[in-house]
């Protein structure tokens, strides 16, 4: 078990910035593909941005790139993900995921490939 932890949600006019942070209790995240999706009400969980181990690699949706960015403190066990330019479809419960690394994985960008999972943290984007 990976128990995850995230923080930093709220309420965040358009054009503002966010920075959400994802904590592992109790267990080290060097070892951990780690991973954001977010879900709007009534649709579903989607991708949003991962970071492979020591982040090597890094991968965004298009909606989001260019806006979001994600980058991880191992030392601190903790992942972030920095928003800004926030736009109200933006508006979503965002959750943290990890996923094992140091091996072959499927699509970073499917939430099949995450067995653990945070509570999620709603970000509301409004005027």
């Known amino acids: 078990q990976v128990p995850l932890v995230e923080s930093g949600g709220g309420l965040v006019q358009p054009g503002g910035s966010l920075e959400l942070s994802c904590a592992a209790s109790?267990?080290?995240?060097?070892?951990?593909?780690m991973g954001w999706f977010r879900q709007a009400p009534g649709q579903d969980r989607e991708f949003a941005a991962a970071?492979?181990?020591?982040?090597?690699?890094?991968y965004y949706a298009d909606s989001v790139k260019g806006r979001f960015t994600i980058s991880r403190d191992d030392a601190k066990n903790t992942v972030y993900l920095q928003m800004s330019s926030l736009k109200p479809e933006d508006t979503a419960v965002y959750f943290c995921?990890?996923?094992?690394?140091?091996?072959?994985?499927?699509?970073?960008?499917?939430?099949?490939?995450?067995?653990?999972w945070g509570q999620g943290t709603q970000v509301t984007v409004s005027s």
């Open positions: 995921a990890a996923v094992l690394g140091g091996r072959w994985l499927p699509s970073l960008k499917l939430k099949t490939t995450y067995p653990y």
């Open positions: 109790g267990r080290t995240i060097s070892n951990y593909v």
């Open positions: 970071i492979t181990l020591s982040g090597a690699n890094i």
